[in-house]
């Protein structure tokens, strides 16, 4: 550490100063960071991810005394993720840690720090994080959803086609809300999703029910001059709040006693088409996942399933004993 530039200048100048003098300040290197993410062409939600968890990381170690890359030890780290479990689950501790360590990685790349300073994230393991078997919505759930849209009116008619693509595609929320019209192709089926996670492109599939719904409630719309595929009462595009209110009033209106997400629907498409027959590469595809290991979190798979998986396959059950 360098000699402190002086000990009469006001405490707010003095740290400025020290900054200069000992290294990097934790502030510029966290506007630093996040502008890198913006030229990196990352979309909104990566830059608002990354920027809502490193500035609570800078706000906490501010509030300890460390105001510079130098400050950021070991003990600091693991102090900051146990402070966050206490408001966060296991899966929020995991994503604070990702983009602390991502932030902390790209420093060191970028050499913003004095040389004898020792990246402590490569000390700190990642936290763990237990896995559950998360249920899908079941296929009779989605059926009775779809019971409470047999009336012949707008809202009837744009909410039975949101249920059907959710379930015949696994497209995100988000996909299905950034969806337009002409991203549709009701002759084939095939949807094309323009912006998906990462920003890349890829192609769903529908088939003739879900074409059948889509058409249905296109014919009701009032203004099919607007882009949106799905669009509220007034031609908006839906939002995904939006999205997810239909599908809390939708469930009410059904009186399912589990009270399904819009993620549900997605994890029911990847069941359904690997008990289907579907190989895990052309699922991996069809939900946008760089590779298998992220696809095995959709795939684990209910009591009832391995019952039944068991049953078809029992070795004491499929010989003749006698």
């Excluded at 402070?83 to 913003?112: C, M, T």
């Excluded at 249920?135 to 707008?154: G, K, Q, W, Y």
């Excluded at 059907?164 to 009701?186: I, M, P, S, Y």
């Excluded at 709040?241 to 209106?253: C, I, K, T, Y």
Aim: proline content about 4%; some cysteine.
């Amino acid at each position: 550490m360098g000699m402190r530039s002086s000990n009469l200048a006001p405490p707010h100048i003095q740290t400025a100063l020290d900054a200069l003098v000992a290294g990097q300040d934790l502030t510029t290197a966290r506007d630093s960071f996040i502008r890198d993410r913006r030229t990196k062409n990352r979309s909104n939600r990566t830059v608002k991810y990354y920027s809502n968890y490193v500035n609570a990381f800078v706000r906490y170690c501010k509030s300890q005394g460390a105001y510079l890359i130098e400050d950021i030890d070991t003990s600091l780290l693991r102090t900051y993720i146990l402070a966050i479990s206490q408001d966060h689950n296991p899966g929020g501790v995991h994503a604070a840690y990702r983009a602390l360590r991502a932030f902390l990685l790209w420093v060191e790349k970028e050499e913003l720090m004095q040389p004898d300073w020792k990246n402590p994230v490569r000390k700190v393991d990642a936290p763990f994080v237990p896995e559950h078997i998360i249920e899908p919505i079941s296929l009779v759930d989605v059926h009775t959803l779809l019971a409470t849209c047999r009336e012949n009116t707008f809202f009837s008619k744009r909410d039975k086609a949101v249920f059907f693509l959710l379930l015949d595609t696994g497209a995100r929320a988000q996909e299905v809300c950034d969806l337009n019209l002409e991203d549709v192709e009701l002759s084939s089926g095939k949807v094309t999703i323009r912006e998906g996670k990462g920003r890349k492109p890829r192609y769903a599939f529908v088939g003739r029910t879900t074409i059948k719904a889509i058409r249905s409630y296109v014919r009701l719309r009032s203004d099919n001059q607007a882009p949106a595929l799905f669009v509220s009462k007034t031609s908006d595009r839906l939002t995904y709040d939006g999205l997810r209110q239909l599908l809390q009033r939708r469930s009410r209106l059904a009186g399912l006693k589990r009270q399904p997400t819009l993620h549900d629907f997605r994890r029911q498409f990847a069941l359904s088409m690997l008990n289907n027959g579907a190989d895990l590469f052309s699922l991996q595809r069809l939900m946008g996942h760089k590779d298998i290991t992220v696809l095995r979190r959709y795939l684990a798979q209910t009591t009832g399933d391995l019952q039944a998986t068991h049953e078809k396959c029992s070795p004491v059950e499929h010989y003749s004993w006698g």
